[in-house]
């Protein structure tokens, strides 16, 4: 490998090569979509899929949405903080979860608008609300890949024009910096050295030893994240904090007014068309929601808790689960990190609610 590189750098322009190798090797696969869309044909047939690693999952869920022949009566729509939350937990085998990692509320909106577009008649909707969807300054830009299925949906469907949002450009140049990145180089380059295979392969088993992705959308940890120690994950929890802001919560002093107008727009949206509404509120690590506690720039997040559960309680929506851990009696063998509970404490979650 070294004597290849070697040769490469005599002949070829360094500035070359990386926009060569990030083109063609693509290690995240954001310029081909093959990838996605060949993730998508194995799920709809019933084949799980593992070994999956950067891909762009909003373009997986418009795949799959589109492909699917049959559709769910339930869907999960959150972030990752939500994407264990599977059919057998649920008790409900006519179950699509549609998580996506760090899902802004622009996710939820256009997530679903793809289940509506695709002419499904969606009978509930569980939710994953996480204190950021009303933060204006989470981010979070991922969503602006689902954009034109956003835009018409709140102006059509909930009568609304989103102005704080810059509409798409006709050419979306973002992905395309990532040409001449060298970080995205050398994410390849890790690749390389640490024998990381991206190739993704069907499967019949649930749990693998790569990232899964399961035929109801929802997902299972590699097996390094699985199996981490008692002391790895008070370790990634320290690390979650470690982040300064914490993940998403940076500038988030009061409730967007156009967030919250969208957000109540939708769910009025759903329930005026006989959607039945679920709401869910994972917990936090304890080191985290203890870290919240002492330091008041967090506590919007108890503030937007208390939002939402008002929220529920006028709208005869059922809510489950809480970002405060002690509601659960949750410790460190509940989680996978600071964010992320594990199968044991979703299960639990669910079965108190009945």
């Not at 085998?93 to 998580?99: D, H, R």
């Not at 040409?179 to 993704?200: A, D, M, P, R, W």
Request: proline share 4%; glycine share 4%.
């Amino acid at each position: 490998m070294k004597i290849f590189f070697k040769t490469l750098l005599y002949f070829i322009p360094i500035p070359i090569i990386i926009v060569v190798v990030n083109y063609f090797i693509d290690p995240a696969n954001i310029f081909h979509p093959d990838y996605e869309k060949g993730i998508a044909d194995y799920l709809v047939t019933g084949k799980n899929v593992t070994n999956v690693v950067n891909y762009n999952e909003r373009m997986l869920q418009k795949y799959f949405i589109e492909k699917i022949s049959s559709c769910p009566g339930t869907i999960v729509l959150g972030s990752s903080r939500i994407m264990q939350i599977n059919s057998v937990i649920v008790k409900d085998e006519n179950l699509i979860n549609s998580g996506v990692s760090g899902a802004s509320l622009q996710d939820l909106v256009s997530i679903y608008s793809l289940y509506e577009k695709k002419g499904c008649k969606i009978k509930k909707v569980i939710l994953g609300l996480d204190p950021w969807i009303l933060n204006e300054n989470n981010t979070q830009e991922r969503w602006k890949t689902l954009a034109d299925d956003y835009y018409p949906f709140v102006k059509n469907k909930l009568n609304f024009v989103d102005e704080f949002h810059v509409k798409k450009p006709l050419f979306n140049i973002g992905k395309y910096r990532e040409l001449v990145s060298s970080s995205y180089f050398k994410t390849y380059l890790e690749y390389v050295f640490k024998g990381i295979n991206k190739n993704y392969i069907p499967t019949n088993r649930i749990i693998n030893d790569g990232f899964t992705r399961l035929t109801d959308g929802s997902i299972y940890y590699d097996k390094i994240y699985r199996e981490a120690s008692d002391g790895e994950i008070k370790t990634r929890a320290k690390n979650a904090i470690a982040q300064n802001p914490v993940y998403s919560l940076g500038d988030f002093i009061n409730f967007s007014h156009e967030y919250k107008v969208i957000f109540i727009k939708f769910i009025e949206y759903l329930q005026h068309n006989g959607i039945e509404v679920e709401f869910f509120l994972s917990p936090y690590h304890p080191i985290v929601y203890d870290y919240f506690k002492k330091n008041t720039y967090y506590h919007i997040v108890f503030q937007t808790e208390t939002f939402f559960r008002k929220f529920a309680s006028t709208h005869q929506i059922n809510i489950l689960g809480s970002y405060d851990p002690e509601k659960y009696s949750f410790d460190n063998s509940y989680f996978y990190d600071g964010f992320h509970c594990n199968e044991k404490a979703i299960n639990l979650i669910f079965e108190n609610s009945h």
